[in-house]
């Protein structure tokens, strides 16, 4: 297993938001994350980047325990985060954004070839390479911001809703770019309100009900599950 969540609980001040989680990614796999709003999804994802700190339970990541660590030397391990409203830097360029991404790495020659490895995947961000990333539309800072945390070079890949007020045709474009990052041998874990989706793109998913998981199997299990179909995949 590359990730591995025990039991892990994580409250805001009086609130709880994860009540004793217990999840696992394996080496190549793309897990989804479904649930309705305030289920808990982002906060499991700051719990695993260490943008918030888990008050019980254990993080293993490659084999370690990171649950104490700084969010900063996630990143070195291996653990990367595209945020949820993209939160790229509006005032750099496109390309600059991208550079940022790697800044925990020293190969410069390593860092040149995905950077273009990324001008591959998204070529819009190519032609923009110049443009302030605050001038971009709502799709290309979805792309930037998934190209930017792909520069860490990450071991697991964390996205969180990678779709989100995308137009539908742009929808599909994002989640074949995410398979294709799989394909390249990056491990990805995702979170996402667009189920249907999610499910037909993912290896296996969790469904989490304010801070619980309540159900996991594979992409195609969940897809057909009447009760997933009744609550999220707006089909009865
Ligand atoms: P959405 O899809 O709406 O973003 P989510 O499943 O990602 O939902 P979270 O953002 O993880 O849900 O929120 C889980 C719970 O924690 C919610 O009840 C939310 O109100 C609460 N919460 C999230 N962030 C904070 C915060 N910074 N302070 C206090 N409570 C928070």
């Known amino acids: 297993m590359l990730l591995e969540l025990d039991n892990v609980s994580l409250a805001y001040g009086r609130i709880q938001a994860l009540h004793g989680i217990s999840l696992n990614v394996a080496q190549g796999e793309i897990v989804a994350l479904i649930g309705a709003n305030g289920a808990g999804k982002s906060t499991t994802m700051r719990a695993i980047s260490g943008l918030r700190p888990v008050s019980e339970g254990s993080i293993r990541f490659d084999g370690q325990d990171i649950s104490k660590l700084r969010a900063d030397l996630r990143v070195v391990r291996g653990v990367s985060q595209s945020p949820e409203g993209r939160g790229i830097f509006p005032g750099m360029s496109v390309r ?40 971009l539309s709502g799709g290309e800072q979805q792309m930037l911001a998934v190209g930017r945390a792909l520069m860490s070079r990450p071991k697991l890949l964390l996205l969180d809703e990678p779709s989100m007020g995308l137009a539908p045709m742009l929808i599909q474009q994002i989640f074949d770019i995410i398979v294709e990052i799989n394909e390249q041998g990056t491990t990805v874990l995702l979170v996402e309100q667009n189920a249907q989706q999610a499910l037909s793109r993912a290896h296996r998913a969790y469904v989490l009900e304010t801070g619980r998981i309540v159900k996991e199997g594979t992409g195609a299990e969940l897809l057909h599950d009447p009760a997933v179909k009744d609550a999220y995949l707006g089909v009865a």
Do not use: C, W
Not at 102 to 107: I, P, Q
Not at 109 to 119: K, N, P, T, Y
């Open 96 to 135: 600059e954004n991208l550079e940022m991404g790697a800044y925990t790495r020293k190969n410069r020659a390593e860092i040149s070839e995905d950077l273009e490895r990324v001008f591959t995947l998204f070529p819009r961000m190519k032609e923009r390479e110049k443009q302030s990333g605050g001038t």
